[in-house]
Structure formats: structure tokens, C-alpha cells
């Protein structure tokens, strides 16, 4: 029984293993033609892959970052997912609003260019959209102000334009499966 359970253990590792390998040979191919298509047109936008059924750990997410920074390597990738009608209340107003949460790995900007950038380690904040904002705050001036959703207690650092009600946080779990990848070839 042990040596049928070492087995299983092996091959699900060989299985996770050729995931993340997959992901870094996507990422690298999908960088190099966006790459070659910015300098035939000049566009600079981000491509997304959705990995429904595989998904990629927030974590494993961060050892393919370290593993490319290391290297030098241009492509920037943000992991995400989205989980749609979840309530996000204010934790003083006692206001609440049905939003759709965006939970990433990743910098924001690739998600939402141009405005505040959710860093990837800073699981205490969030983004909110500018719908959210007017309905939870009144106003789309709420940079600082706390609100709280799935039992986490969040600080806005901005908001982003959107055209839903969005609330953007970081993965506070390594765990956490993301099912979509947005990846923008260096510079």
C-alpha cells in the first residue's frame, strides 16, 4: 500500500510539475510573439489565457516570477481569477454592495492599466471600482478607508475604472488556484 501511495505522490508531482513547465513555455512564447507583434504595429497590449481547468497556484506563481527575475527574463504575468456576486460591506458605513471579486497574483496593472497598482505582496489592500466606491463610500474619493469581504478586513489604496462593480485584492492564500493568466512581454 505504501509503495502504491509513494507512486500516486510521484506522479501527481510529475503532473504539477509539467503544469508549471507548461505555463513558463506558454508564457515565454506568448511574450516573444507579443514582442514581435509590438514592433511590427506598435501596440502594447497584454494577452490572456484562461486555464480553466488546470489553473496555476498563487504560489507556484511566484516561483515562476523569482525564477524569471533571476534570469533576467522580460515577460511580465499577472495570475488571476474571478469570482462573481460576492458582498463587500463597509466596515463603518454599514453599506454593502454586490460586486464581482478580482483575486490576483500579480501586479494590477496588467488588469487594470493606468491608475493605482496593487502590488503583489500587499494582501491587506484592495482596489475597488469606481462603481463601487459611489455605491459602498458615496464618493469615488476613498483611498484609506476599510471595508470587508469573505472575512477579510481591506484598506483601498485606489480605485480603477471598471465597468462593473470590482473589487480587486491580492491572494492571501499560496494555495489559491488561479484559472486565468494575462502576460505583457518586457520592455
Known amino acids: 500500500m505504501s ?17 508549471i513547465l507548461w505555463f513558463v513555455t506558454a508564457a515565454v512564447l506568448i511574450g516573444q510573439a507579443m514582442l514581435f507583434g509590438q514592433q511590427a504595429d506598435g501596440m502594447g497590449i497584454g494577452v490572456e489565457l484562461i486555464c480553466e481547468d ?18 533576467g527574463g522580460g515577460v511580465e504575468f ?12 463597509g466596515v463603518d458605513g454599514g453599506r454593502s454592495v454586490i460586486a464581482d471579486i ?17 502590488h503583489t505582496g500587499d494582501t491587506d489592500g484592495c482596489l475597488i471600482g469606481e462603481e463601487t466606491a459611489e455605491k459602498l463610500f458615496g ?24 465597468s462593473k462593480a470590482v473589487l480587486v485584492v491580492q491572494a492571501a492564500d ?9 502576460i505583457r512581454p518586457g520592455r
Request: glycine residues 12%; aromatic residues 2%; contains cysteine.
Open 139 to 162: 464618493s469615488r474619493r476613498v483611498e484609506g478607508l476599510a471595508l470587508c469581504c469573505g472575512g477579510r478586513e481591506l484598506t483601498v489604496r485606489g480605485v480603477v475604472r471598471s
Open 78 to 89: 499577472t495570475v488571476w481569477k474571478e469570482e462573481k456576486r460576492q458582498r463587500v460591506e
Open 3 to 19: 509503495r502504491a501511495a509513494g507512486l500516486a505522490r510521484r506522479a501527481n508531482h510529475l503532473i504539477k510539475a509539467a503544469g
Open 54 to 71: 488546470a489553473g496555476i497556484c498563487a504560489g507556484e506563481a511566484e516561483k515562476i516570477r523569482g525564477l524569471e527575475s533571476e534570469k
Open 102 to 118: 478580482v483575486e490576483i497574483n500579480g501586479s494590477s496593472e496588467l488588469l487594470y492599466p493606468g491608475g493605482t497598482i496593487l
Open 174 to 182: 499560496p494555495d489559491s488556484r488561479m484559472t486565468r493568466i494575462t
